[in-house]
Each structure stands twice: as C-alpha cells, then as structure tokens.
C-alpha cells in the first residue's frame, strides 16, 4: 500500500518540540520508522504528519553520568550492540540488543521507538525494567521522569502527551555484588518475535542473601511487566533451588498470557516457570563466581 503524508524535519530537539507544541496532536514522530512505515503500509497508522527525530543529535548519547546510566531516546540498538558501557554494566540490554531483530533493523530502530511503540514483546522493555530504567518525556515547556512500569499503560499507549518526546532512558549503574541478564524465547535464532522473554536483577549482601530482585517478563500480558510478588519473595533470603521454584510459580501468577499463532497461554506460562528459575540460578552463579 502507498502511503502519503506531510513530513517535518527538524534541525533541533527544540526546533520538534516547539513542532509539537503547535499541533502534536495531528504530528506523529518518527525515528527508525521500522514500526511506523510497517503500520502505515498495513494501514494500521494513518498519520496526517510525520516528524523525523532519527537525526537529531541531542538524542543519541550513551552515558554514565556519575551513579546513573543515561541513553538518548534516539539510540539505535545496534549503537548498543557496539557499546562497551552497555556490554559491561547493563548486560541484560546488551544481550537484547544483539539478539534483537536482524543488523538491518538494528541500525535503525531506536530504544525510544520500542518503548513508544508498547508491544508487549518489546525487548527493550523487558531489560530496562529489570534494571529499574525510567523515561525522560519532554516537551518545550518542562521535562518529567516517569518509572518504565508506570509508562506502559495498555498495549500500544503510553504515558506520553501528543506534545512530548521520550528524550532519554535511565537507571542505575548495578551495584558489585549483582547481576543481570536477559532471555529471548523466539520460534527461530534470530528476527523472532518473542514467545517469551525475560529479564532478571539480582544482588546479593555480604551475608550472601539476596538484597535487591527484580524480575521482568513479556509477551505474557498485554504490557511488558514486573514480577512483584515473586521479587518480594526473594529479597532477604538465601538464594536456593527451593526458593528459585517459589519464583518461579509466583512469577506465572503475574502472567495473563493469551494463545496466538506462536504459543498457547498455557506454554508462555510454563516457560515463565522453568525461565525464572534457570535466570536467577544463572544470576547468583554470575555474582558468587
Ligand atoms: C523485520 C522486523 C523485525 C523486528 N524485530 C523486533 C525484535 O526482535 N524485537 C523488538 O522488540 N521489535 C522488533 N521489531 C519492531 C521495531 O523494529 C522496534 O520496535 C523498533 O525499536 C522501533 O524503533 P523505531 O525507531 O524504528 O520506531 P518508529 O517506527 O520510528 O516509531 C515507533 C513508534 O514510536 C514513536 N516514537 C519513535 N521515537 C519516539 C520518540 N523519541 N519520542 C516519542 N515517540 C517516538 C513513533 O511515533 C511510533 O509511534 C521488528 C520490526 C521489523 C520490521
């Protein structure tokens, strides 16, 4: 299908945020646009205006800014696939990056576009929110940070007012003493999209007890989701094969998986089961050497 509409380019973040302070409600942005044109074309999306961010330069640093890491909105995930800081501190990021999509789509699609976009297969979602990542939205007149689990509000919306731009992403440096990693379950290696996936956070005391857990999953709701009960289960414990089935079995309960053409409900919940468990055994091993 052909698809036409107007399109802006602005030279300057504030050049787009004044774009969408005018008429963010008639403006759709546009980075990597592998979502975006593929949703025009099916005519799922028919934007009236697009605007390209893909070039502006304020969104693609990758940072540490003292304790924090901070990511532009406009990161390409094959920027992160090339990044020693992401390689090194935010394993879990840097394991969905190079696993994501294909190296065509990776040099295009952006971390901004994935958590915009709010499929519950977002494989970006999943890492950062087991890292404990938050969103900048920006607009012309003020920014605000908001917790990635308070962004994703339904499948496909979001937090974001029609005249904001997700800016940046950011989160804590891991402390010593933690882990963290991410598992895709695809139908094939690679350009799957996820059956299951999941990510988990684990740091353990110097008592060796398990001070801080976080446990992410998607494509088994209709938002990517934390494990809550199963995190509070873990925290002030000793990790064991005893406590990982505990999790295991509280994470299934977070689940409202549905069947589609790649899995049942019923196989997206097991495998949340067997994959929290073989996560967090991976995680304590990874921290106590
Ligand atoms: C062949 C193929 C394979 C794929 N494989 C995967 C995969 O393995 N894993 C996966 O998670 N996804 C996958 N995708 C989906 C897609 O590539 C990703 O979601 C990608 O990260 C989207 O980024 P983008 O920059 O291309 O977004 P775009 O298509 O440019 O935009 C997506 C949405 O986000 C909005 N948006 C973009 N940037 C901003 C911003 N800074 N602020 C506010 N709104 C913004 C747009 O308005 C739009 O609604 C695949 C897509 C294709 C076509």
């Given amino acids: 299908m052909r698809v036409a509409f107007d399109m802006l380019t602005p030279a300057t973040l504030q050049d787009a945020l004044d774009m969408l302070e005018k008429d963010g409600e008639n403006i759709t942005p546009v980075a990597g646009g592998t979502n975006l044109i593929v949703d025009c074309q099916s005519g799922r999306h028919e934007p009236k205006t697009v605007m390209n961010v893909h070039y ?40 969905a990056a190079i696993q994501f999509a294909n190296p065509l789509i990776r040099n295009r699609a952006t971390v901004g576009g994935n958590l915009c976009d709010a499929s519950p297969a977002s494989d970006t979602a999943i890492p950062l929110l087991a890292l404990g990542a938050e969103v900048e939205l920006t607009s012309s007149s003020a920014s605000r940070w908001v917790a990635l ?27 010593s003493g933690s882990a963290n990693t991410f598992y895709k379950l695809g139908l094939r290696k690679a350009d799957a999209i996820s059956v299951v996936s999941l990510a988990v956070y ?24 934390r494990a809550y009960d199963a995190e509070t289960l873990l925290k002030g414990k ?20 549905i ?20 996560l967090l055994r991976e995680t304590v091993k990874q921290i106590s050497g």
């Fill in 149 to 175: 689990d308070k962004f994703f509000v339904h499948v496909r919306k979001t937090a974001r007012n029609s005249d904001e731009l997700l800016t940046a992403v950011r989160w804590p440096v891991p402390v």
């Fill in 56 to 95: 502006l330069p304020e969104l693609s640093q990758i940072e540490q800014k003292g304790d924090m890491i901070q990511i532009g909105g406009g990161v390409t995930l094959r920027a992160i696939e090339q990044s020693a800081l992401m390689k090194e501190k935010s394993n879990a990021l840097y394991r």
């Fill in 259 to 278: 069947s589609d053409v790649r899995a049942t409900a019923a196989y997206r919940r097991e495998m949340v089961d067997v994959l929290v468990k073989r």
């Fill in 202 to 225: 684990v740091a353990l005391d110097s008592d060796g007890l398990i001070c801080e857990a976080r446990i992410a999953l998607g494509s088994v709701a209709p938002t990517p989701l």
């Fill in 238 to 257: 000793k990790p064991s094969e005893a406590l990982y089935e505990e999790a295991g079995k509280a994470a299934m309960q977070a689940c409202t998986p």
